[in-house]
């Protein structure tokens, strides 16, 4: 194993949570607020002599870095990333305890969006600032991001795959274009042109710079951390409309962008899973809308109302973002089963959202139709087709062992969630889990969107903060960190 | 600079760790997906899985926006296909084939021009010439040639007892009385660019500069016996042996090819009427004793397995020929390697794909480019050729004023009229030629690259 190249990233890593820390110390400077800046100065130093330290302890490192390294050093960097970036929020006395700030960085990075705070209206500028940013660092990669800006291992950047792979959502990642180093930047750039857009289109509507750009943060990461403790509901229509717009555009696979900027629209338009993705929203939306208009329990007047707040529910479900304009829980069972559905699809690969990904949802279906034909058909010999070219068996098996990591991380927290005290009924419990595990935020019930997660035990917490890094990174670089046989030498 | 690299076998893979380490952007194209799988760990590639001779497969790859083409496929004819497709797609696309069936080896030049290939490369038939050079001129372990073979980088072993042992560098000159410059140093597998006071061991592997006269003089004063080659034994009769017993035939060295297939000892004969082709199996002591292996002046290991060529060659050594040469494919950069008698090692691949970095070097930096790169020290230094010009800093000042980066040293300095061996009072001016050593990780693309300031 080597330890000294996963040294050296964690000394990058941190090296850059400084950078990405600095915007909101400023801004407490800015507002004058003492108490605020001095917790990000105190954060900042520490986690910069920490970097400093291991990147002088883990000098002279070897380059040579394979798929168990990758997965390892991904957990590790994201969890070493939350326990450091935590600080600010206990240092300047918002959080009661460290769990909660660990909570609300970890919701923050692995943009889940889900808060143990019940008003964040009275926080500090600075604090709402690096919530939301969190969003926005977590929410394409900070490895990813590291590999755009800095040669990682000298001029061959072939070890850093498994770092992209680790850290990168969907079932078969690869790159766009020969050199890993130009991918990342691309799939940066990409990030950065959607949030200038969706920060300009906020300005349109009337929004305050600040506020524009932790709203574009929250969207672009697909976290749903707002700075109104009703979310997007209190904010105009057209603000409504934008968002759901820039959920759903943050939702697709990033490389759809690069095929678009090199003008293939063709290649776009045949993308498998980028039309289940339209599909299942239009569907679901349209369902919703007319349900909550009609019938027992009708809770809008007007279509276009009923619409706009479908429109918007689902698309911050399916992206799973997790702001909301409405009280969900509120909503006829139809909806809310709709809902909890998608909660399980989740965006597609290669998005900034999270959840079990609509490429492999399609796989799983796709497999099991050919398991149904073999049944009666026993010999007949079939490859599954996604995009119109044949799926590797490989890639199949592992989407299989996706979905039973999937199930049993998701059973056994649960599980543990529902022994909490604070939790009143199963669908507190399942929902917590779900939402926190599939990134998205808000569940039903106990954690509806207009409820937090405050009240839970400390052993909750921790299993939902596993959770939420789990699901970011797509369990593995996660339960690896859990396994022996990963930490044993060769 | 965008390079396809169609075919990742032997040479294919070498040729993409090389360039990977350039820094070009590269796309692989294979039939094997699993080879494409394992490239793609270690190297920061793009891979196309598909028959790289389909237009399909080469637009999916996007040849149009491709440099260098380079079709090392396992066959010629897949090859030529390979570089005609794309050249179709993109007629400004530089091609290089590997060709290496000796039937079309008459014909290599007219294909070049019908097929529009910027090159083409045969590895077997370059090992092939390599071990001829090394035959006539016995004692090095090898010769990579400069400014047209006026200079040479030389690569000998320090033996027990020699006059080098124990030398440091500033006296060399005088002990063996001839002007020569130690660029390198392989010690340990570990490659050291040595100053004047670093002292020589026994077991040190040597690359020195020297004109090709001071080179013969190096090896009379050390006490190198120089005896001509008369008789050589070839062990395998594959492509590499067909072209080698060829052009030592030409040189009119008796050849004794043993092959072990007797379908192939009848071609070979056919092909051949001047060599004695002896069917039977090389690593069998039998056979090598019966054909007199003790009588011959060199022995060739050049079957397509590298143990049995390092078997044979133990072999004879343990019998006292003067001249072994051994050719190693895959396990050449092993350091254990260093530690075995084998004499001289030669790899076909390795010999091609510095023939192919060099071209793509020089297509890439039109002025200032290298004009001949040799890999040597198991390739962890590199011998390159460049040209001086109106670009060039410091020319016209004396080598001891220039500070150069680490790890580098001039090693010769080539003139129309002389060539000269780099001292502290040498100068380069525009229109020559400068040698140099380097055994630095990262790569020099032209010569301003290689000064501190």
């Known amino acids: ?490 | 600079m965008k390079i396809l690299i169609a075919g990742i076998g032997k040479v294919g893979k070498t040729l993409v760790e090389q360039f990977a380490e350039e820094g070009y952007d590269l796309t692989v194209l294979d039939t094997n997906k699993e080879a494409l799988e394992r490239i793609v760990e270690i190297c920061d590639v793009i891979t196309v899985n598909g028959n790289c001779a389909s237009m399909e497969v080469l637009t999916e790859a996007e040849v149009g926006k491709a440099d260098l083409l380079i079709a090392a496929t396992g066959s010629d004819e897949i090859n030529l296909l390979c570089c005609a497709a794309a050249h179709s797609l993109c007629p400004t696309l530089n091609t290089i084939a590997r060709i290496r069936n000796p039937e079309y080896s008459k014909q290599v030049y007219r294909m070049r021009d019908v097929f529009s290939l910027s090159m083409i490369f045969n590895p077997e038939r370059q090992a092939a010439a390599e071990i001829d050079r090394l035959l006539h001129y016995p004692g090095f372990l090898k010769r990579e040639s400069f400014a047209k073979g006026r200079m040479e980088i030389a690569e000998l072993k320090v033996e027990e007892g020699s006059k080098l042992a124990n030398a440091s560098l500033t006296e060399i000159g005088s002990l063996l009385d001839c002007k020569i410059l130690v660029c390198a140093v392989l010690r340990a597998g570990t490659c050291i660019t040595p100053a004047g006071d670093f002292v020589l061991k026994a077991g040190d592997r040597i690359f020195v500069t020297a004109t090709a006269n001071d080179l013969s003089a190096l090896l009379k004063n050390l006490g190198v016996v120089h005896r001509k080659v008369r008789s050589a034994m070839v062990i395998g009769g594959g492509l590499g042996g067909y072209y080698l017993a060829e052009s030592l035939l030409e040189h009119g060295i008796h050849v004794k090819l043993v092959e072990r297939d007797a379908e192939r000892c009848r071609e070979l004969s056919a092909l051949l009427p001047k060599a004695d082709i002896i069917y039977g199996d090389g690593t069998s002591q039998k056979v090598l004793d019966a054909e007199g292996l003790r009588d011959c002046d060199a022995l060739v290991a050049l079957t397509g397995n590298d143990e049995t060529n390092i078997l044979i060659s133990l072999y004879g050594k343990s019998y006292g020929v003067p001249q072994i040469i051994t050719n190693l494919g895959r396990v050449e950069d092993m350091n254990i390697i260093d530690t075995l008698p084998l004499g001289c090692v030669v790899s076909p691949r390795k010999l091609c794909c510095n023939t192919i970095v060099r071209y793509a070097r020089a297509i890439h930096h039109k002025t200032g480019a290298a004009i001949a790169v040799h890999s040597i020290a198991d390739g962890q230094a590199e011998a390159i050729e460049f040209v001086v010009d109106m670009n060039t800093k410091h020319f016209g000042e004396p080598l001891k004023n220039i500070r150069l980066k680490p790890n580098i040293r001039i090693a010769g300095i080539n003139r129309a009229d002389k060539t000269e061996i780099a001292g502290g009072d040498s100068i380069f001016g525009e229109g020559d030629t400068v040698v140099l050593v380097t055994s630095r990780d990262e790569v020099l693309l032209e010569l301003n690259d290689i000064f501190a300031d």
């Open chain 1, 1 to 490: 194993m080597n330890y000294k190249m996963m040294g050296r990233l964690n000394a990058m890593i941190f090296g850059a949570l400084c950078g990405f820390m600095l915007p909101s110390f400023i801004l407490c400077l800015c507002d004058k607020d003492g108490q605020a800046a001095l917790a990000f100065g105190i954060s900042i130093a520490l986690t910069g002599v920490l970097a400093l330290i291991l990147a002088i302890l883990c000098r002279g490192a070897s380059v040579k870095f394979y798929a168990r390294e990758g997965l390892i050093c991904v957990g590790i960097c994201w969890l070493g990333m939350s326990l450091l970036g935590a600080l600010p929020f206990r240092l300047s006395g918002c959080f009661d305890s460290y769990i909660d700030a660990l909570f609300e960085i970890a919701s923050g990075f692995s943009t889940t969006g889900a808060s143990v705070l019940s008003d964040v209206e009275c926080l500090p500028r600075g604090i709402l600032f690096w919530r939301s940013f969190s969003h926005w660092v977590g929410g394409m990669g900070v490895l990813i991001f590291l590999l755009a800006i800095v040669p990682i291992s000298g001029k061959n950047q072939g070890f850093t795959l498994h770092l992209m792979r680790a850290e990168s959502p969907g079932p078969d990642v690869g790159k766009l274009v020969p050199k890993m180093r130009s991918t990342a930047a691309i799939l940066y750039i990409c990030y950065l042109v959607l949030t200038v857009l969706n920060v300009v289109f906020l300005l349109i509507g009337g929004m305050s710079f600040f506020e524009a750009l932790c709203t574009a943060f929250g969207t672009a990461g697909t976290g749903g951390f707002g700075l109104k403790n009703d979310s997007i509901g209190g904010y105009s229509p057209y603000i409504q409309v934008v968002t759901t717009v820039f959920m759903l555009l943050f939702g697709v696979n990033f490389s759809c962008y690069f095929l678009i900027a090199f003008g293939k629209f063709r290649a776009v338009l045949k993308d498998e899973e980028l039309r289940a993705y339209g599909i299942i929203v239009l569907g679901s939306t349209l369902a919703i809308a007319l349900r909550n208009l009609f019938g027992a329990g009708a809770v809008y007047g007007t279509f276009g109302e009923s619409l706009r707040h479908a429109a918007f529910q689902v698309g911050s479900i399916m992206t799973t973002t997790g702001f909301s304009t409405a009280d969900f829980d509120l909503w006829p069972t139809f909806s809310k089963a709709i809902l909890a559905l998608l909660m399980l699809i989740g965006a597609s690969a290669g998005s900034t959202g999270g959840g079990f990904k609509v490429s492999r949802f399609l796989l799983i279906l796709k497999g099991a139709r050919r398991n149904l034909s073999r049944v009666l058909h026993p010999d007949r010999v079939k490859s599954i087709r996604l995009c119109g070219k044949p799926v590797d068996e490989k890639v199949l098996s592992n989407t299989n062992g996706y979905l039973a990591a999937y199930l049993a991380i998701l059973i056994v927290s649960f599980l543990i969630v529902s022994f909490d005290r604070a939790v009143s009924d199963m669908t507190t419990s399942m929902t917590a889990c779900i939402a926190c595990f599939n990134n998205i935020g808000p569940g039903f019930s106990g954690v509806g969107p207009t409820r937090n997660f405050g009240d839970f035990s400390v052993v909750s917490k921790l299993v939902l903060i596993f959770d939420m890094l789990a699901g970011r990174l797509e369990i593995f670089p996660m339960l690896v960190l859990l396994s022996p046989a990963a930490w044993r030498r060769a």
